[in-house]
């Protein structure tokens, strides 16, 4: 492997295992077939990276689940040629979605149903909670609206913005009203609450495309 290759290769490894979504080696294939003009053969991966093909078998399905890696045809092959994803927006379009905005909805269902308990608290803890909550909440829906720009035809809301500035200088405040003492602390800005149960995580896709 050539030297500006191995760096690469290397490079997005660790990248890769640090990410939450990728192991190192999967990193690596996904390097490898990056920089390469032509599709490689699972064997030929195989031995530039050092791996058995087996191992490569088992890592690469999870680079195509996540669209980062193709199967392609050779005529006249019947070997299986892989393929780099170049269109990195669809990529981070599957891994937003699939990955880190479920994971948003749910910590906003938690808040939702974190409120829905009804037990008895002093008026400085449901404050004090209340404005905790308010806060993680609009935190997170940020957060959400955010990563719903990558969705193809989804607008982004431009109300958003002022609805969260006043929420989070609620919030603020409510955390100062709190501390001094203050039982009616955090009481405003609070946004709307999720609504309907907890959502399942999408199923891994096993088809490539």
């Known amino acids: 492997m050539e030297r500006k290759t191995a760096i690469f290769v290397d490079g997005i490894g660790a990248s890769a295992a640090t990410s939450g979504v990728l192991n190192a080696l999967q990193g690596r294939i996904f390097g490898l077939l990056y920089l390469e003009p032509e599709p490689l053969a699972l064997e030929d991966i195989a031995l530039r990276l050092g791996q058995s093909k087996s191992n490569i078998s088992i890592n690469i399905r999870g680079l195509t689940d996540w669209h980062l890696v193709r199967l392609v045809r050779i005529p006249g092959s019947r070997r299986d040629h892989y393929q780099a994803a170049t269109d990195l927006v669809r990529v981070m379009q599957e891994i ?114």
């Not at 308010?134 to 969705?151: C, K, P, Q, S, V």
């Open 96 to 209: 937003m979605e699939r990955r880190f905005r479920w994971n948003m909805r749910q910590v906003l269902t938690t808040i939702q149903e974190t409120r829905a308990i009804d037990e008895p608290v002093t008026p400085e803890q449901e404050a004090f909670i209340k404005q905790r909550l308010d806060t993680l909440e609009t935190f997170f829906r940020i957060m959400d609206a955010t990563a719903g720009m990558l969705a193809p035809g989804s607008p982004f809301p431009p109300p958003l913005f002022a609805g969260a500035a006043a929420a989070m200088g609620a919030g603020a405040k409510g955390a100062a009203a709190v501390r001094a003492g203050g039982p009616d602390a955090g009481a405003e800005g609070s946004p709307a609450g999720t609504g309907g149960k907890r959502s399942k995580p999408p199923p891994s896709t096993r088809r490539t495309k």
